[in-house]
Every structure is written in structure tokens, then in C-alpha cells.
């Protein structure tokens, strides 16, 4: 972007995306309906009279904080069980299922979901229906759908192995089913986690960043209105704790900028 003033530089923000990290894997909190980021600080100011009316001469900062603000519109269990204080989800009625065959396209060595969780007996054949080796071929992560909720299983072949770059496989697997999940309300304390802030409006709309921030608590923020005739939104609060002894520069994290990201 160039130097101000330019009108290229004027932003609306666009491309809003929220991940959180509990230590189970990053999340995706889902569509963010309203965002605020607000830091803060306590400070202490002195004051001197010797010119015969007090004038301000120093200030110090005694505390420093940021705030993420937020409210999201998908309330799947995992995003709920954050704003309820929620213990571990319990699966009701569970059982398998099974997927036979289904084409995937194995590009590079990106994982590629496979739309199901708490996966197993995983067989995958190339092309010419030959069947592949994990952890030689390709590799696989099961995904998870238990009492740190689901995450869908993915897949992705191994450079070097017998997958050709943009080939198209079958992939046969167990997934787990349920009828019903459930978590106890105020069955925990306030999650920590990390959490990683992407703002990247489409060309034409202003400047792209991103904050990363390495050490945090996510906490409701008050009252979820239940109104036939509007969406259902969540209102929660990203708290960010001192990381200091990781990250001693950036104890809150970092601001990304992409400004001059081609």
C-alpha cells in the first residue's frame, strides 16, 4: 500500500475470521457478526505546582490490557460449551458409521477434510486401486468427537510416497455417529487458549492484518437474546494474559500487517 495520505489506504474491514486455540487444535469460532478490539491501560500521573499551578510532568503506565470483543452467529455445541462454562461433551446414543470408496483429491501435502469425525480403519487406493501405506503414503487425523467436541478428520499424502501430487484417491473409513451431545452447564472455569485474528477485506477494500495473540481467556459477555425474529448471535470476550515468559517482546502478542503483501 502506499505511503499516506492515499485513498488506497482507507479500509473496510472485510474477511473476518477468528481462531482459538484451547490446546486441542485451533478452532474456527465460525461466522463474527461484531468485533471490537479495545487495549487499555491504568496509568499514574504526577503533577507539579512549581510554577504556582499544578502542570502535568510525568506519567507512568501501572497496567496494561487487551480486549477482544465479539459476537458469533453459529452456536454448535464446541462455541457454546465456551459461553456456558461447559464440561465434557458427552456423546448420547453413539455409534458408527461407515464411508466406502468416496473420491478425494490429494494436492501437494494439505490436508484435506473428509467431513466426519473420531475416524478409523482408514484404507486408501490410488487411481489404479492400488492400496496405499499410511504414515509412508499419505497421513491422517482422526479428528476427534468426544469430550473436547469435534473436529473433522482430514487427510494428506506424504511427499516422496506413492501418491502423485493431484491425484485422485478413494478413501474408505469407520466414522462415529450420535444421536445427541450434551455438556454440564458451569461444569468448568473460563477456557485459556490462544487465539489468532485474521482482517483480510477483498482487493479494493483497504489494508489487510492479522493479531496473533499467544496467550488468552475466553469468557461470555453477556446475555443471549432469544428473538424469532432475529439471528441468534453470541456475545463473548477475548482477555489477553501476560505471555511474557514466552514471548518476553510481545508479552499481549503481535499485530501482522500485510500492507505491502503483493
Not at 489487510?208 to 488468552?216: E, K, T, Y
Amino acid at each position: 500500500m502506499p505511503v499516506p495520505p492515499s485513498i488506497d489506504n482507507y479500509t473496510v474491514p472485510g474477511g473476518v475470521k477468528l481462531f482459538f486455540d484451547n490446546g486441542t487444535g485451533e478452532r474456527d469460532l465460525g461466522n463474527i457478526t461484531d468485533l471490537d478490539i479495545e487495549p487499555g491501560s491504568e496509568e499514574l500521573e504526577h503533577f507539579s505546582n512549581r510554577s504556582g499551578k499544578r502542570m502535568k510532568d510525568k506519567v507512568i503506565v501501572l497496567e496494561e490490557k487487551l480486549t477482544v470483543k465479539f459476537k458469533f452467529d453459529e452456536p454448535v455445541i464446541e462455541s457454546l460449551r465456551y459461553y456456558f462454562k461447559g464440561g465434557s461433551i458427552e456423546n448420547l446414543n453413539a455409534g458408527t458409521g461407515t464411508v466406502t470408496d468416496t473420491p478425494v483429491t490429494l494436492t501437494g501435502t494439505a490436508l484435506v477434510s473428509l467431513g466426519h469425525y473420531g475416524i478409523s480403519n482408514v484404507v486408501v487406493k490410488d487411481s489404479q486401486g492400488n492400496t496405499m501405506t499410511q504414515n509412508v503414503d499419505y497421513i491422517v487425523d482422526p479428528g476427534q468427537a468426544g469430550v473436547d467436541g469435534r473436529q473433522v478428520a482430514r487427510i494428506g499424502r506424504l511427499a516422496g510416497g506413492g501418491i502423485e501430487d493431484g491425484e485422485t484417491c478413494t478413501v474408505s473409513f469407520t466414522y462415529t455417529t450420535w444421536q445427541q451431545q450434551r455438556f454440564p452447564i458451569a461444569g468448568a472455569s473460563f477456557v485459556q487458549g490462544s487465539a489468532r485474528l485474521e482482517v483480510h477485506p477483498d482487493a479494493g477494500r483497504g489494508l489487510r492484518f492479522d493479531v496473533v495473540i499467544p496467550r488468552c481467556l475466553l469468557k461470555p459477555n453477556g446475555s443471549i437474546g432469544l428473538d424469532d425474529k432475529k439471528w441468534l448471535e453470541v456475545p463473548m470476550t477475548l482477555e489477553a494474559l501476560d505471555d511474557s515468559a514466552n514471548t518476553p517482546d510481545a508479552p499481549f502478542g503481535y499485530y501482522v500487517s500485510y500492507e505491502n503483501a503483493a
